[in-house]
C-alpha cells in the first residue's frame, strides 16, 4: 500500500510517498531556512506564503522522481495540527482537494505522532510494545506510551517552551544563527560542559511534564553578568561561547533523559524511542545511550537525520498504521481541518 504524505505544519513543505509504512519512495522537502535566517526564527506569515508557492511544484517532484500516478496512490495523510494555523492551511487545503478530486481515503495525523514513526522509515515492523517515546522538537517535548498502533497515552508534555524552542533562542543570544540546535551543537564540541551548572525545572516526582523556560533565562543572566545587560552577540569572546553553548546541551540532554529514566522505570517498556527535530542531537543520542543502559532495551532513533526534522514521510508512515488499523473510519471523505491542539 502507498501512501501519499502531506506535512506543512511549520516552516517545511514536505511531500513523501511511503509503501507499507516503512519503505520510503521519496521524501521532498522544500526548507524555508535560509529564509528564516535572517529573522533568527520563523515568521508565520513569511512561512505560509513560501508554502503556497512551494506545495504544487513539491507535489509534481514528488511523483517525478518516482515515476508514480494517482492510480498508484492508495490513501492521502497529512497533518492538520499542531502548527503554524497559517502555514496548515496550505497542507490541508491540498489534501482536501487532492482527496476529494482523486477520490482517495483521507487520513488526518497529529504532528506529534507523525514524528514517533520516524523511528519506522526505514526499519522493518518486528517492534516490541509497550514503546516509551520522548518526543523532541521546537514546539514540543512530550513523553508517549505506545501500547500499539493508534493506542497512545500521553504520560506528559511541554508546561512552556520546548528544547528546540530553547536552542534556537539561546543560540540568538550567543550570536550563533539560525537554526539553533546545530549551532549549539557545533559551537559546544569546543567548549567545557562542566564550566556552569545551568538549573532544571523541578516539576515533581511523579510528574513527566518539562519547563525549559527557567533555563533560557538563566543563560541569558550569565551573559549579562559578565557583559552587561545591553550586551552585543557578536562581542562575546569566542570560548565563553562555546562553553555556554557546553553547559546548556548537557542540561537540556540531563533534563530530558531524566525524565525518561523517570517514566521507563515506571511503565517497563520493551523498547525506548527518541523522535524528533531535537532526536539528531548527537550528543543527546550519547548520553541517552549511556545513562539507559541500565534497561536492556533496544534504543532507536530515525536512521536519517532527515526523518527527526519535519517531513512527509513519518506522516505518510503513520498515516499507512493508522489506516489499516480502522480503514473503515477513513473511506467517507471529511473536511480537515487545522488545529494548534497538542493533545491526542
Avoid at 17 to 36: F, P, R, Y
Avoid at 184 to 210: H, M, R, S, V
Avoid at 240 to 264: C, D, G, K, P, Y
Wanted: charged share 20%.
Amino acid at each position: 500500500m502507498k501512501v501519499l504524505g502531506i506535512e506543512t505544519s511549520c516552516d517545511e513543505t514536505a511531500i513523501s510517498i511511503v509503501e507499507d509504512g516503512t519503505k520510503v519512495l521519496t521524501n521532498i522537502i522544500a526548507s524555508q531556512i535560509e529564509i528564516h535566517k535572517e529573522t533568527g526564527g520563523v515568521v508565520p506569515e513569511v512561512a505560509a506564503r513560501e508554502h503556497i508557492l512551494n506545495i504544487i511544484p513539491t507535489l509534481k517532484k514528488a511523483f517525478a522522481e518516482t515515476n508514480l500516478t494517482w492510480t498508484d496512490i492508495d490513501v492521502i495523510a497529512c497533518a492538520p495540527g499542531p502548527g503554524l494555523i497559517s502555514a496548515l492551511l496550505t497542507g490541508t487545503l491540498t489534501a482536501n482537494t487532492l482527496a476529494l478530486v482523486k477520490q482517495k481515503p483521507l487520513v488526518p495525523v497529529h504532528h506529534i505522532l507523525a514524528h514517533i514513526y520516524g523511528n519506522w522509515l526505514d526499519r522493518d515492523q518486528n517492534t516490541k510494545f509497550p514503546i516509551l517515546i520522548l518526543t523532541v522538537s521546537g514546539g514540543h517535548n512530550d513523553l508517549v506510551l505506545m501500547k500499539d498502533h493508534g493506542d497512545f497515552i500521553q504520560l506528559g508534555t511541554t508546561r512552556d517552551d520546548a528544547a528546540g524552542e530553547a536552542f534556537d533562542k539561546v543560540a540568538k543570544l550567543l550570536g550563533l544563527g539560525y537554526p539553533g540546535g546545530p549551532a549549539i551543537q557545533k559551537a559546544a564540541i569546543n567548549g567545557d560542559e562542566n564550566t556552569y551548572n545551568f538549573p532544571q525545572a523541578k516539576l515533581g516526582q511523579d510528574n513527566f511534564d518539562f519547563s525549559f523556560s527557567g533555563l533560557k533565562t538563566a543563560v541569558l543572566y550569565e551573559i549579562q553578568k559578565t557583559y552587561g545587560k545591553d550586551f552585543d552577540p557578536k562581542n562575546l569572546d569566542p570560548s565563553f561561547v562555546n562553553n555556554i553553548a557546553a553547559s546548556f546541551q548537557r542540561t537540556i540532554s540531563e533534563t530530558l533523559i531524566s525524565r525518561l529514566i523517570q517514566a521507563a522505570k515506571s511503565h517497563n517498556p520493551k523498547e525506548i524511542h527518541i523522535a524528533g527535530g531535537v532526536s539528531a542531537n548527537t550528543y543527546l543520542r550519547n548520553y541517552a545511550e549511556h545513562k539507559l543502559e541500565q534497561f536492556n532495551v533496544p534504543i532507536k532513533y530515525p536512521v536519517k537525520i532527515q526523518y527527526c526534522t519535519d517531513n512527509a514521510a513519518m506522516v505518510a508512515s503513520c498515516g499507512y498504521f493508522l489506516y489499516t488499523k480502522t480503514p473503515e473510519k477513513y473511506q467517507k471523505w471529511h473536511n480537515i481541518q487545522p488545529n494548534s491542539d497538542f493533545t491526542f
